[in-house]
Structures are given as structure tokens and as C-alpha cells.
């Protein structure tokens, strides 16, 4: 874990955000409570580990603290600013960018926004779609629907293009929305333009549906995608219940971890086994999962099993790795696997099964933001 690393040798990471240069505007917002550049929030909430980076790290392990600043670099009526998505979709993502845009608007006063269509490609020389215009009005009722209204792409683009065009459009805010490529892509263009010594801020806005990014507590869209996992639950135990021996396996999405999966399962008392990637499958033995689902069986006649789509990839040995435009190594289907294992299994042993099989992996991602999320959304657009 990401966290263990850190513990373990504090002076290793470097916490620090650098600055294009001391703040000189007035910020146009009405209100009396400003973030001073000093807040820092710590990396450790646990008392002993902050005694122990006090006593013994060089300098204290800690994060620079979101919000409003009284003193701005930038000039907001000269400045203009740019909101992109990227990878893939996530419930909230066109509240984050209704959010981004309000604030700029109305609270800052800045009157020039673009989005940049489809991620990254859309700021080189292969973008087929030109940006778009953002304000209030435009963006007004698209926290209705899910998705995203500027689109998205994967893969890798070369910095020096993308501030190329950043330039060239006088853009100096850019407000990234994504997961860890995306922020890698937006690092990139900060050094990029630091390099160039271009005063462009770029601003990273955290997202990922796996609620998997280090050092970030929750990310948005996972409420929504645990509440509708859940729903669908209720649909495999129905499923499972009005067959005999009926078997209700769910798929969900998680490719290196089971935070969906488990927090779905918890949330919905019907689920009897919950497979994640962080431990290794074993189907065969008496602590295997075909006893286990015998013995369940046996007692009610029916089972509901949910399975993180990164689980149980130890199965697939002989399998060779590909990978997506982002770099992420492709899962083979689990889901497919215990479909057709547990069946064989069941009926070589004269004991025949019913299995019903749900993958609703792109419908939980794909929906409109529920109100926790909407909130949770607004706010880190407010503190972008």
C-alpha cells in the first residue's frame, strides 16, 4: 500500500506543489475565512505517527489545504480557463464540470471557459472536434444525465503539443478530471510548461470509480456505483431464489481492488461470497469455493456470489498480458470463468446447478450522480 510506503520512509516523498509565483490579485469572493499558503493538512491522523515524523523526519510529511485564497496569480478577468476528462466514465463527472464552471463564472468572474472534447487527444493536432464553450447556461442541467458532455479518450499525447496548444489558446487554468493517467498527464504538462516558464496552472481533480487513488479518502462516484451494484444484487438474489440451486454470480468493476464489490455486498445482506483482487481464489479443497457453495446450497438451495473484475487472475496462468491505450494490464473474464467452472463442477458431480449470470459493469458507471455524490462533487469543484 501506498500509505505503508510513505510511513515507512517519510523523507522519501516530496509533498510539495510548486507555484508559478507569489499572489498579487485581490480574489473577487465575498466571504471572511481564506486558506493561507501555510495550511497544510497532515499526512497521518494517528497520534503516534505524528510524534514520530515530528521527532525524526527533516520535514513534516503534509499536504498543501484546498480552498480559497485571498491573494490570486492569476488575474481572473484576463484569465482564460479549459476543463477536460479523461479515461473512463464515472458517475459525477458532469457535476464536477457544472461545478468548475459555476465557480469560475460566478464566484471569480471569469467569462472565458472551453471544454476540451475527448480527453487529452483533444488538445493535439489529432483532435476531430473542436472545444467547446462553457457557462452557466450550457451547463446548467447536465448533472442530470451521467457521463460526460465533453467526452473522454485513453492513451498517452506528447506534453510539448498539448502546451502548445495551451498557448496558443491563451488557456493559463486547466482543470483535469481523472485517475491516476490523468494526473500522471497533467504532471507532465505542469513540467512541461514550468520548463517553457508558461504561467499556466493546471489543476487536478481527482477521479476514479474504484475509489482506489492513493492518499485520497473517497473519490466521487463511488456512492452512486455501490448504490446501483446493490440494486442489481437484489436482482441476482431473485434470480438465484426463484431457481433450485439457482447460483446468482454478479460481475462488478474493480481491477486492482474490491472496495465496489465489498461495500456492495455489504450494503445488500443477501450476498453469501465476495470474491476481490487483493486475495487469491481457490476453487478446489475443503476451504475451496466449491465446497463453500455446496454447503450453501445444501442449507438453502440457492447462493449470491458478487466478483471484483480483477479478482481470481491467478486462475488464468497460462494467459498472456495486454494491455490498454492507458497502460492498465486487460483482466481475463472472471465472471465467465466461475460461470463455467462452477457449473462443470456441480454437474460432474451429479449435483446440477442454475446459474445467472449479471454484468452490469458499464451501467453502474454510466449513471447520473445520486445526491451524496452531487454534493461530494460540487465541493471538490469548489476547492479545485
Given at each position: 500500500?501506498?500509505?505503508?510506503?510513505?510511513?515507512?520512509?517519510?523523507?522519501?516523498?516530496?509533498?510539495?506543489?510548486?507555484?508559478?509565483?507569489?499572489?498579487?490579485?485581490?480574489?473577487?469572493?465575498?466571504?471572511?475565512?481564506?486558506?493561507?499558503?501555510?495550511?497544510r493538512i497532515?499526512?497521518?491522523?494517528?497520534?503516534?505517527?505524528?510524534?514520530?515524523?515530528?521527532?525524526?523526519?527533516?520535514?513534516?510529511?503534509?499536504?498543501?489545504?484546498?480552498?480559497?485564497?485571498?491573494?490570486?496569480?492569476?488575474?481572473?478577468?484576463?484569465?482564460?480557463?479549459?476543463?477536460?476528462?479523461?479515461?473512463?466514465?464515472?458517475?459525477?463527472?458532469?457535476?464536477?464540470?457544472?461545478?468548475?464552471?459555476?465557480?469560475?463564472?460566478?464566484?471569480?468572474?471569469?467569462?472565458?471557459?472551453i471544454g476540451?472534447?475527448?480527453?487529452?487527444?483533444?488538445?493535439?493536432?489529432?483532435?476531430?472536434?473542436?472545444?467547446?464553450?462553457?457557462?452557466?447556461?450550457?451547463?446548467?442541467?447536465?448533472?442530470?444525465?451521467?457521463?460526460?458532455?465533453?467526452?473522454?479518450?485513453?492513451?498517452?499525447?506528447?506534453?510539448?503539443?498539448?502546451?502548445?496548444?495551451?498557448?496558443?489558446?491563451?488557456?493559463?487554468?486547466?482543470?483535469c478530471i481523472?485517475?491516476?493517467?490523468?494526473?500522471?498527464?497533467?504532471?507532465?504538462?505542469?513540467?512541461?510548461?514550468?520548463?517553457?516558464?508558461?504561467?499556466?496552472?493546471?489543476?487536478?481533480?481527482?477521479?476514479?470509480?474504484?475509489?482506489?487513488?492513493?492518499?485520497?479518502?473517497?473519490?466521487?462516484?463511488?456512492?452512486?456505483?455501490?448504490?446501483?451494484?446493490?440494486?442489481?444484487?437484489?436482482?441476482?438474489?431473485?434470480?438465484?431464489?426463484?431457481?433450485?440451486?439457482?447460483?446468482?454470480?454478479?460481475?462488478?468493476?474493480?481491477?486492482?481492488?474490491?472496495?465496489?464489490?465489498?461495500?456492495?455486498?455489504?450494503?445488500?445482506?443477501?450476498?453469501?461470497?465476495?470474491?476481490?483482487?487483493?486475495?487469491?481464489?481457490?476453487?478446489?479443497?475443503?476451504?475451496?469455493?466449491?465446497?463453500?457453495?455446496?454447503?450453501?446450497?445444501?442449507?438453502?438451495?440457492?447462493?449470491?456470489?458478487?466478483?471484483?473484475?480483477?479478482?481470481?487472475?491467478?486462475?488464468?496462468?497460462?494467459?498472456?498480458?495486454?494491455?490498454?491505450?492507458?497502460?492498465?494490464?486487460?483482466?481475463?473474464?472472471?465472471?465467465?470463468?466461475?460461470?463455467?467452472?462452477?457449473?462443470?463442477?456441480?454437474?460432474?458431480?451429479?449435483?446440477?446447478?442454475?446459474?445467472?449470470?449479471?454484468?452490469?459493469?458499464?451501467?453502474?458507471?454510466?449513471?447520473?450522480?445520486?445526491?451524496?455524490?452531487?454534493?461530494?462533487?460540487?465541493?471538490?469543484?469548489?476547492?479545485?
Amino acid at each position: 500500500m501506498v500509505y505503508e510506503h510513505v510511513l515507512a520512509n517519510p523523507d522519501g516523498f516530496d509533498f510539495r506543489i510548486d507555484a508559478l509565483g507569489q499572489g498579487t490579485y485581490e480574489t473577487p469572493i465575498q466571504q471572511q475565512v481564506f486558506i493561507d499558503e501555510e495550511d497544510r493538512i497532515s499526512f497521518s491522523s494517528q497520534v503516534k505517527n505524528i510524534q514520530s515524523q515530528i521527532k525524526n523526519c527533516k520535514t513534516f510529511p503534509s499536504f498543501e489545504k484546498a480552498g480559497p485564497r485571498q491573494k490570486l496569480f492569476h488575474a481572473p478577468k484576463q484569465s482564460r480557463a479549459a476543463v477536460i476528462t479523461c479515461g473512463g466514465l464515472c458517475p459525477g463527472l458532469n457535476n464536477v464540470i457544472k461545478g468548475v464552471v459555476n465557480v469560475l463564472e460566478k464566484e471569480y468572474g471569469i467569462n472565458h471557459i472551453i471544454g476540451i472534447r475527448y480527453g487529452y487527444k483533444g488538445l493535439t493536432k489529432k483532435a476531430t472536434t473542436e472545444a467547446i464553450t462553457l457557462n452557466s447556461r450550457v451547463v446548467d442541467q447536465i448533472h442530470k444525465q451521467g457521463g460526460t458532455i465533453l467526452g473522454s479518450s485513453r492513451g498517452n499525447q506528447d506534453p510539448g503539443e498539448m502546451v502548445d496548444e495551451l498557448e496558443e489558446q491563451g488557456i493559463n487554468l486547466l482543470f483535469c478530471i481523472g485517475g491516476d493517467g490523468t494526473l500522471k498527464g497533467a504532471k507532465a504538462i505542469a513540467e512541461e510548461a514550468m520548463r517553457r516558464k508558461a504561467q499556466i496552472s493546471v489543476i487536478g481533480i481527482p477521479k476514479t470509480i474504484d475509489n482506489d487513488l492513493g492518499f485520497v479518502e473517497k473519490t466521487f462516484g463511488f456512492e452512486t456505483s455501490v448504490q446501483v451494484a446493490s440494486e442489481i444484487i437484489t436482482c441476482a438474489h431473485s434470480e438465484a431464489e426463484g431457481a433450485e440451486r439457482g447460483v446468482g454470480i454478479v460481475k462488478l468493476m474493480g481491477r486492482d481492488s474490491g472496495f465496489i464489490s465489498a461495500t456492495a455486498s455489504l450494503a445488500n445482506s443477501v450476498v453469501d461470497f465476495c470474491l476481490i483482487p487483493e486475495i487469491p481464489v481457490e476453487l478446489d479443497g475443503v476451504n475451496g469455493l466449491y465446497a463453500a457453495l455446496g454447503k450453501r446450497l445444501d442449507q438453502n438451495n440457492h447462493a449470491v456470489l458478487v466478483v471484483a473484475e480483477g479478482a481470481g487472475q491467478e486462475l488464468f496462468s497460462n494467459s498472456n498480458q495486454r494491455m490498454d491505450q492507458s497502460g492498465n494490464i486487460l483482466k481475463e473474464d472472471i465472471g465467465e470463468l466461475l460461470k463455467n467452472c462452477i457449473a462443470s463442477h456441480f454437474k460432474e458431480i451429479n449435483n446440477p446447478v442454475s446459474i445467472k449470470y449479471l454484468d452490469p459493469s458499464y451501467h453502474i458507471r454510466s449513471v447520473q450522480a445520486n445526491a451524496a455524490d452531487a454534493v461530494f462533487c460540487y465541493q471538490l469543484a469548489e476547492y479545485a
